[in-house]
């Protein structure tokens, strides 16, 4: 009795496989910068926190300036630096940003948010990068806008003061828009290294207030340079070094603040982009 054979199946019919009709393109920083502005342009939390920043800035700024004008006398007012009385604002409004700067980078860890953040773009570095810069000019077009506004009706409130020098014109302009948007980048690289928002947060109110609080307490002779050096430095006293309206007699003049700011915020991106590598997401 002869085996049978096994029949040949047919021969299955060959897939060309699916093309899709969006290009395929290599993708570089544009690309995580449309991201990322899409991002803290679309949160509802930006629009209220920069909102406020805007409220307190102009409100107290601009009413500080009116209370003045409304019970100084022209002649108290002879020497005064209209542009001065927009620190207060700017000195409040400056915790705005620092939430802001905390909450781009902690949210997205707080939510899980990070994990599809980097499997749509893997280089780290580039994400970090992006949400820095987008950050920035956020911040500090906002401050600027805000700074010159309060200026303007701050020297039109007060007719008495003198005329601001074109060098107190761009340190109570640019100068404190620079500043507060680098402290702002400060808050953005820690919340990458705590990666929790309350504790990024809390290190950075420590940082402004802290330094400030712990020196009126100093009364020892022997922590005099001690208390000296806190005065100084401390971010109250940095802002207000742009009014010319410093603490104390030594310590940083001029520009002195934001180099400061700058060398110390380049810090903390280094050690922020170095544990980005090393860290899981």
Same mark, same amino acid.
């Given at each position: ?9 047919? @021969?299955?019919?060959?897939?060309? *496989? ?5 290009? #395929? ?27 406020? &920043? ?15 004008? !409304?019970? !100084? ?11 001065? &009385?927009?620190?207060? *604002?700017?000195?409040? *409004? ?37 949400? @820095?810069? #987008?950050?920035?000019?956020? !911040? ?9 506004? #309060? ?18 014109? @761009? ?28 504790? !990024? ?29 806190? &005065? ?28 400061? @700011? ?6 903390? &991106? ?12």
């Amino acid at each position: 009795m002869s085996t049978p054979q096994p029949t040949s199946l047919p @021969a299955a019919p060959a897939y060309s *496989g699916y093309t899709s009709p969006i290009p #395929v393109v290599r993708t570089h920083l544009g690309h995580a910068l449309a991201s990322e502005w899409t991002k803290i342009r679309s949160v509802r939390s930006t629009m209220w926190t920069l909102g406020v &920043f805007v409220l307190l800035v102009v409100g107290i700024g601009v009413g500080t300036a009116a209370l003045v004008a !409304a019970n !100084a006398d022209g002649a108290d007012l002879a020497n005064e630096n209209a542009l001065a &009385f927009g620190f207060f *604002g700017l000195l409040l *409004g400056s915790m705005c940003v620092i939430t802001l700067g905390v909450l781009t980078t902690a949210s997205e860890y707080g939510t899980g948010m990070i994990r599809t953040t980097m499997v749509a773009c893997p280089s780290r570095g580039r994400v970090l990068a992006a949400k @820095a810069i #987008v950050f920035f000019l956020v !911040a500090f077009v906002v401050t600027l806008i805000s700074s010159v506004f #309060v200026a303007m009706i701050d020297v039109a409130l007060m007719p008495e003061a003198r005329e601001p020098s074109g060098g107190e014109w @761009a340190k109570g302009t640019l100068g404190v828009s620079l500043f507060v948007a680098l402290l702002g980048l400060l808050s953005l690289a820690v919340g990458s290294i705590i990666r929790h928002s309350a504790g !990024a947060i809390t290190i950075m109110i420590g940082l402004v207030l802290a330094p400030l609080v712990i020196a009126l307490f100093m009364f020892s002779e022997s922590l005099v340079d001690l208390r000296e050096a806190l &005065f100084e430095y401390s971010i109250p006293n940095l802002l207000s070094v742009f009014y010319s309206t410093s603490l104390t007699d030594t310590g940083p003049s001029g520009w002195d603040p934001l180099w400061i @700011a700058l060398g110390v915020t380049a810090a903390a &991106f280094a050690a922020a982009f170095a544990l980005l590598e090393k860290r899981d997401v």
